[in-house]
């Protein structure tokens, strides 16, 4: 039996484990159907401010447009192939122009080009046209144009606001405008215009400049409407448009840039791109023929300055050959050397026969060689000498040859002797004025020969100063031709000037983009369905108590072995006594199932059932009175303790005026009998089987008194009389006595109370039944008020059999459905097994598996 029991408890657990799986999402279904009306509400007025806010924003529309840019392709010639081709390399020949194409877009997108787009289509002055709930905005269908001198719309430091109306045939003109003066310390002054002019075009000289009013052809001012134009300076007005605009690069491999702008008039940006790439172009080719000129000017003064120089250095040339008698360097080189070579030959010769003379005169002075034959042929040049030579050796030949045959003495030889010393004397004196010729001549030739080494020395420093000089010639020559050169470059550069930027296609309008209807109505959707649930969620949140099963399920693992509605006033009795004998209402249905679920958890041989709480309030003892008559109804006896000896209120539940009996008398004794425990018992009256041991005179020491030993005593002696003990008890959280009773109970029965216990409480609760304090705990919770559709989840048995007539009791409304939407085994008819709201205990419920 005990098997069956447990089994059918463990299958309760599982069923309550694969609930609590769709527990959150079906807490939020419950959460919109108990609250289905509010949501409604927020879905009707996010859905209405939707639309509305669709009415009354001013849509945005997308145009764009792509602009080619050239590249620039001087700088291919001017030094940057090394760079190419180290860039191709390093890309691995694929095209990339990033450097160039970003600096472009960075300039498409500056506030300066804006401002000078802005200046030339006139958008600094925007146009609306009042209407019934809002203006709308205008472009070129203006009635008047207004505009502001130039001068002064630089200087524009806020808006011009105007207003124009048609009255009478007559133009009405009011506006406002704020002088700001140059001056810091001096504030603001806010001028009003009201003019009134019959026809146009009409001015109006004010502190910020002159505005002028003009018709615009085509166009006529409507009389119920007026329109309102506004000025601001092109710089703000460019900068609004610079950052409406978005600027992007088509492709790495490319120079094409697609310009994205968002506007409110269509129109408006499809001129804005198509003017944009005119004055960039404009300002390109302004940029590049400034450069131009600046070149030119530049080249003209540098031609000017090298001309001058160049002359100079070709004077210096001049007076250079001129000091040196050069007419050709190289020619006059060659010729001074060939000379220089000439007469070194000449002296070396004149050298030469000095040395000859002098040493045949040593060769004449010899003793040994008087009368000998003198040399001859050995290039003696002078001729007398070298007659007389001759001569004198054929008379000195035929006297060696008389000698052979004679003496010296001898007539033959005398006259021989004779002549050859005659002929030694004209010798002598030939070979002497020879000498004398020759060293004439060697000096003639010597001082020649030095003007053409002194030459040859010089030409060093001649060389060098005419390189440098030539040098300087050549640098200049050059400076000079490369200059006419950039100078024709940069004319014809200057006579054929393109444009930078070339629009591929015309600006096209791409629809609207804001704002986006689909999505502003999903928003608004999800918004009104969001708020409520965050506003639910906030209030749970911040909410500190209890409000029924689940909350309580969430913060402890202890079984929830019931949920208590409030009990209606209608089927209350003496002692607040909700469960009657032969009835079957919910309210009695719901102890039964606690009864049941009891039942289920004591073992056999237990029979004390101890309540507690954690504070007074929660319904202890209106649950453990109508539980101890729910026990009695079974036909067992059942009696009921009043162990809240401090505050004792069972007497007052069940109507007795005895407040002489009660337990307190029997802890003052040592050893009370089970006479003396009789004597203390009183019939409850509403029940047979029911008795009352109430709590009796209250003590001053009832934390000592219940901590004697003559309570389990008297409980054991109870035991023997009673099928079923239940003991009222001190609420646990504020004093210990329960603590102390709890050592004779077998089972614990908590209450709790919705919208009255506190979350935190749950602390004490989990720490009394991790610590052992109380003995086989279980919860149950009271005081839920069925009639508040704030619970996300349904408590009772909805329409089983003929319960549902029940729904009448009180204000309650029906029970509706169980939170598992399913019923436990019933076995006979009234036992509910161990069923419970949420079913029995959950899925943590340890003590069911025993």
Known sequence: MEENKTAGLYNVQQENETEKSSFDIRTLYTMVVLNWKWFVLSLIVCLSLAVVYLKLATPIYQANVKLLIKEDQSNSNRGYAGKSQLLASSTLGIMTNSAGIDNEMVILGSSNLASETVKDLKLYVSYWVSGRIKDHIIYRTQPVNVDLD?????????????????????????????????????????????????????????????????????????????????????????????????????????????????????????????????????????????????????????????????????????????????????????????????????????????????????????????????????????????????????????????????????????????????????????????????????????????????????????????????????????????????????????????????LIDDPLVMGKTSPKTSIILLMALVLGLALPIGVLFLINFFRYKIEGHDDVESLTNLPIIGDMAIASEEIKSKAGIVVHENTNNIMEEIFRSIRTNIQFMLKDGQKVIMTTSTTSGEGKTFITSNLAMSFALLGKKVILIGLDIRKPRLAQLFDLKDRKHGITNLLVHGNPTKEDIREQIVKSGANDNLDLLMAGPIPPNPAELVSRPALQQIIDLLKEDYDYILIDTAPAGLVTDTIQIGRCADITVYICRADYTAKSSFDLINGFNQQKKLPNMCIVINGIDMSKKKYGYYYGYGKYGRYGRYGRYGKYGTYGHSNNHQMASYGSYGTYGIYTSNGYGNKNDNSLKK
């Open 150 to 502: 130039a001068n002064s719309l630089e200087n524009l430091k806020m808006p011009i606001k105007l207003n124009i109306k048609l009255e009478n045939g007559q133009y009405h003109i009011t506006g406002t405008y704020v002088y700001v003066p140059n001056d810091p310390d001096k504030l603001p002054i806010k001028h009003k215009i009201d003019r009134t002019t019959a026809r146009l075009p009409f001015s109006i000289n004010t502190s910020v400049g002159i505005i002028s009013f003009n018709a615009n052809p085509g166009y006529q001012m409507p009389e119920d409407r007026s329109l309102k134009a506004v000025i601001v300076s092109p710089k703000m007005a460019g900068k609004i448009y610079a950052k409406s605009m978005a600027v992007s690069q088509t492709s790495k491999t490319t120079t094409i840039a697609e310009l994205v702008l968002k506007d409110a008039v269509p129109m408006r940006a499809v001129d804005y791109l198509r003017q944009l790439s005119v004055c960039y172009n404009r300002e390109a080719n302004e940029d590049k023929n400034e450069i131009a000129m600046r070149t030119e000017q530049f080249i003209n003064s540098r031609l000017e300055k090298i001309n001058n120089e160049l002359g100079a250095t070709e004077g210096d040339l001049e007076s250079t050959k001129r000091r040196y008698n050069i007419i050709d360097p190289k020619i006059n080189s060659a010729q001074t050397i060939a000379s220089s070579d000439v007469y070194t030959q000449k002296l070396a010769e004149t050298n030469m026969q000095i040395e000859l003379l002098r040493s045949i005169d040593d060769y004449m002075n010899e003793p040994v060689n008087k009368y000998q034959t003198l040399p001859t042929n050995v290039g003696l040049t002078d001729p007398t000498a070298s007659a007389l030579i001759n001569k004198y050796n054929d008379i000195a030949i035929e006297r060696n040859r008389l000698l052979r045959s004679a003496s010296e003495n001898s007539p033959a030889v005398t006259p021989l002797t004779a002549q050859l010393d005659d002929l030694i004397s004209s010798i002598r004196r030939a070979m002497s004025q020879a000498q004398r010729n020759a060293d004439i001549q060697r000096n003639s030739i010597q001082q020649q020969y030095n003007t053409y080494a002194g030459q040859i020395s010089s030409s060093p420093e001649q060389e060098r100063v005419l390189t440098q000089i030539g040098r300087q010639q050549e640098i200049k020559s050059g400076l000079y031709l490369m200059l006419l050169q950039k100078r024709e470059e940069n004319s014809i550069s200057l006579a054929a000037t393109a444009d930078k930027g070339k």
